[in-house]
Structures are given as structure tokens and as C-alpha cells.
């Protein structure tokens, strides 16, 4: 569900942040598409359709590793502050950290964090209790 805009003063303006969130079971992975296009018309509706490609590619990874390797399913929380810099969480029920690993030409699996890590701007996980959040971050282009 989109959230209302939360308006931030700062110097003379008031500036917009944008938030979306979902959350997906882990037997929905035919659901990462429909959220690849809430994500594509979110950020149209923003101002920066140029974060779209990225955005769509990096989240369906995340998103991916989330349903597949625990059991529990996915919380998305996507925001663009008000310096136009995009922020992307996943967070799931699992403490096992996600490592890049190098893929055989013939793996059909196993790029995705090799993708985050090489488009991202920033990325990491941070342990949160029982669960961890995977973000990325992109600058505005």
C-alpha cells in the first residue's frame, strides 16, 4: 500500500518524502512481478522514472532471495527522501547472512547479491532481532 507523503521542513522548503510498502508470503513468488510495477508507478509518480530499470531489477533479487531461502515470506519498504535518493529494504524472518558468490557459466542461480553489489550505490544487511533487512540505495540520476 502507497502511504501518504510525509512532509519534512528544512531550510526555506518543505520537501516530500515517498514511501510504498508490501509484504508477500513466501509461496508468492508470481507476486514480484506486480511489485515490480507498483515500483516502475511509484517512481513515475515521483519524478524519477530514471531509478525505475535499477530499482526494478535489484528489488526482484532481494525480494527473490527472500521467498526462497526463508520460510516466512518478505516486508518491502521502498522510500525516496528528499534529496531524491532511493532506499530499498527487504526484510525477513531469517538471521543468515546473504554473501555474493560467484556463479558458474552454467548456475542458474546464485547473481543476484553479484547484481546488487555491482548497481547499488550502497547496500548492505543489518540484523534486527530475529530477522534481517537487505537494503540498497540509489542516487538520484
Do not use: C
Not at 510504498?20 to 515500483?39: K, M, N, T, V, W
Not at 515521483?46 to 527473490?64: C, I, N
Amino acid at each position: 500500500m502507497d502511504s501518504q507523503p510525509r512532509y519534512v521542513s528544512g531550510s526555506s522548503r518543505i520537501h516530500e518524502e515517498r514511501r510504498l510498502h508490501a509484504a508477500l508470503a513466501s509461496s508468492e513468488l508470481g507476486a514480484i512481478s506486480a511489485l515490480r510495477h507498483r515500483l516502475r508507478a511509484a517512481l513515475a509518480r515521483w519524478g524519477v522514472p530514471g531509478l525505475a530499470d535499477t530499482a526494478e531489477l535489484l528489488l526482484s533479487e532481494l525480494v527473490t532471495n527472500a521467498l526462497l531461502h526463508t520460510p516466512h515470506g518478505a516486508r518491502v519498504d521502498v522510500l525516496l527522501d528528499v534529496r531524491g535518493r532511493l532506499r530499498v529494504e527487504v526484510r525477513d524472518d531469517s538471521v543468515q547472512l546473504p554473501r555474493p558468490r560467484r556463479a558458474a557459466d552454467t548456475d542458474t542461480s546464485g547473481r543476484g547479491l553479484v547484481l546488487v553489489e555491482a548497481l547499488a550505490d550502497d547496500w548492505g544487511v543489518r540484523l534486527r532481532g530475529d530477522a534481517k533487512i537487505t537494503w540498497f540505495e540509489l542516487a538520484p540520476r
